[in-house]
T-cell receptor, first 113, second 117 residues
């Protein structure tokens, strides 16, 4: 069974640009969540999608957005990149409820210069 | 809002010895889930063990076990017979069962575990 796949693994962008990250969940998993991991703030919840609908959103500015497609694949977009957006972005998938925990991808390391 | 606190930024253990990582949390809910995740240098978060709050029995997975004290809101992880492969960052996480929170996990700051040979 394939795991959670995140692409790309590494990304370097310039301030002011926008970026799109992709996540393919485990087959059959309909919930996809995104987390931002930084040394200073730790792991912070960005948003969760279930059946193409945003079910929950963390405390991030509107520059951070996401979507989910009918095949459960998800993308997150960050517009007008700032230096502080440099982070590891982790995607996690689960069945409808994550009572048994999530399965995480290996993340996308975004560096903003 | 729920919070998770890991008060040990870093811990060391000798190979084959036992180590305990601490985690406390704050919530007004009575039903919830707690998890320990391991993040090695490969970056992928791996689920180590989970605990359902309504179950009093402490969860165990091979060399990993927890000490769940619901009244004290404490959820520590014990690793027995430590191995070099256990070296990683360990995160404690909380999941509410309330619909409004969906599948959101609240994480602690993490504890770096070093294993000495």
């Amino acid at each position: 069974k394939a795991g959670v796949t995140q692409t790309p693994r590494y990304l370097i962008k310039t301030r002011g640009q926008q970026v799109t990250l992709s996540c393919s969940p485990i087959s059959g998993h309909r919930s996809v969540s995104w987390y931002q991991q930084t040394p200073g703030q730790g792991l912070q919840f960005l948003f969760e999608y279930f059946s193409e609908t945003q079910r929950n959103k963390g405390n991030f500015p509107g520059r951070f957005s996401g979507r989910q497609f009918s095949n459960s694949r998800s993308e997150m977009n960050v517009s007008t990149l700032e230096l502080g957006d440099s982070a590891l972005y982790l995607c996690a998938s689960s069945p409808r409820t994550a009572n048994y925990g999530y399965t995480f991808g290996s993340g996308t390391r975004l560096t903003v210069v | 809002a729920q919070t998770v606190t890991q008060s040990q930024p870093e811990m060391s253990v000798q190979e084959a010895e036992t180590v305990t990582l601490s985690c406390t949390y704050d919530t007004s809910e009575s039903d919830y889930y707690l998890f320990w995740y391991k993040q090695p240098p490969s970056r992928q978060m791996i689920l180590v063990i989970r605990q359902e709050a309504y179950k009093q029995q402490n969860a165990t997975e091979n060399r990993f076990s927890v000490n769940f004290q619901k009244a004290a809101k404490s959820f520590s992880l014990k690793i027995s017979d430590s191995q070099l492969g256990d070296a990683a960052m360990y995160f404690c996480a909380y999941r509410s069962t309330l619909m409004e929170y969906g599948n959101k996990l609240v994480f602690g700051a993490g504890t770096i575990l070093r294993v000495k040979s």
